[in-house]
T-cell receptor, first 115, second 114 residues
Framework: GAVVSQHPSRVICKSGTSVKIECRSL??????MFWYRQFPKQSLMLMAT?????????EQGVEKDKFLINHASLTLSTLTVTSAHPEDSSFYIC???????????FGPGTRLLVL | AQSVTQLGSHVSVSEGALVLLRCNYS??????LFWYVQYPNQGLQLLLK??????LVKGINGFEAEFKKSETSFHLTKPSAHMSDAAEYFC????????????FGQGTRLTINP
C-alpha cells in the first residue's frame, strides 16, 4: 500500500514557541492532504484540507492563523502550530489522498506536548 | 452530508471467536466506505474499502465487510479473532468523489481475550 510519513513522531516544546510537522507521501503524488487532530480515546477531527499550490481549507472552528498549512509540492505538506499553548497538546495525524486508489493513506501521527 | 455511527465503543471477544464490528452510515450520494485500524500511538492503516464495485469486500488480515444499501450498513467481520487484532477500529464515509473528505465514526475498541 501507499506510504505516508510524518516527522517528527514526538515533540515537546515550551509554551509560546512554534512547531512544524511535516507530512510526506513517499510513493505517490498527492494533490490533496488532510490534517487531523485526535484527542485521547476519541475519533479523528478534521482540521483542514491542504491543496497543492493553493490555500488550505479550514474546518469551522479551526484558527487558520494558529495552524498554518503549506502544501508546496505534490509530496509534502507542513502544519505549523504557532505560539503553541498547553491546550494545543494533542496527537496530530496527516493523510494523503491517492487519486488513483481513491483512498486516503495516513501518516503515523505526531504527538505534541506543550509545556 | 455524511455521517457514520459505530455501534459499541468497546467490543470484547475471545481468541478464535467471530469478530463483528458494526457501522451504519448516512449519505445523500452513493458513498465510499472505509475501515481503518489504529494501534496505540500510531496512525491509521487501511483495512478495506467499498467504492461501488462488489458489495462484499475483502481486506487485509482476514477482515471483510459487506455493503448493504437497504440497511445503510457496512459491518466489519473476521471469522476467527487473533490477539494481534486488538486495536481501535474506525469506519469512515466519503462523498464518493474519490475519498475527499472523510467522516469518521466514533471508533470501536476491540479487545481479544485469551
Amino acid at each position: 500500500g501507499a506510504v505516508v510519513s510524518q516527522h517528527p513522531s514526538r515533540v515537546i516544546c515550551k509554551s509560546g514557541t512554534s512547531v512544524k510537522i511535516e507530512c510526506r507521501s513517499l510513493d505517490f503524488q498527492a494533490t490533496t492532504m488532510f490534517w487531523y487532530r485526535q484527542f485521547p480515546k476519541q475519533s479523528l477531527m478534521l482540521m483542514a484540507t491542504s491543496n497543492e499550490g493553493s490555500k488550505a481549507t479550514y474546518e469551522q472552528g479551526v484558527e487558520k492563523d494558529k495552524f498554518l498549512i503549506n502544501h508546496a509540492s505534490l509530496t509534502l505538506s507542513t502544519l505549523t502550530v504557532t505560539s503553541a499553548h498547553p491546550e494545543d497538546s494533542s496527537f496530530y495525524i496527516c493523510s494523503a489522498r491517492d487519486i488513483r486508489q481513491e483512498t486516503q493513506y495516513f501518516g503515523p501521527g505526531t504527538r505534541l506536548l506543550v509545556l | 452530508a455524511q455521517s457514520v455511527t459505530q455501534l459499541g465503543s468497546h467490543v470484547s471477544v475471545s481468541e478464535g471467536a467471530l469478530v463483528l464490528l458494526r457501522c451504519n452510515y448516512s449519505s445523500s450520494v452513493p458513498p465510499y466506505l472505509f475501515w481503518y485500524v489504529q494501534y496505540p500511538n500510531q496512525g491509521l492503516q487501511l483495512l478495506l474499502k467499498y467504492t461501488s464495485a462488489a458489495t462484499l469486500v475483502k481486506g487485509i488480515n482476514g477482515f471483510e465487510a459487506e455493503f448493504k444499501k437497504s440497511e445503510t450498513s457496512f459491518h466489519l467481520t473476521k471469522p476467527s479473532a487473533h490477539m494481534s487484532d486488538a486495536a481501535e477500529y474506525f469506519c469512515a464515509v466519503s462523498d464518493g468523489k474519490g475519498a475527499q473528505k472523510l467522516v469518521f465514526g466514533q471508533g470501536t475498541r476491540l479487545t481479544i481475550n485469551p
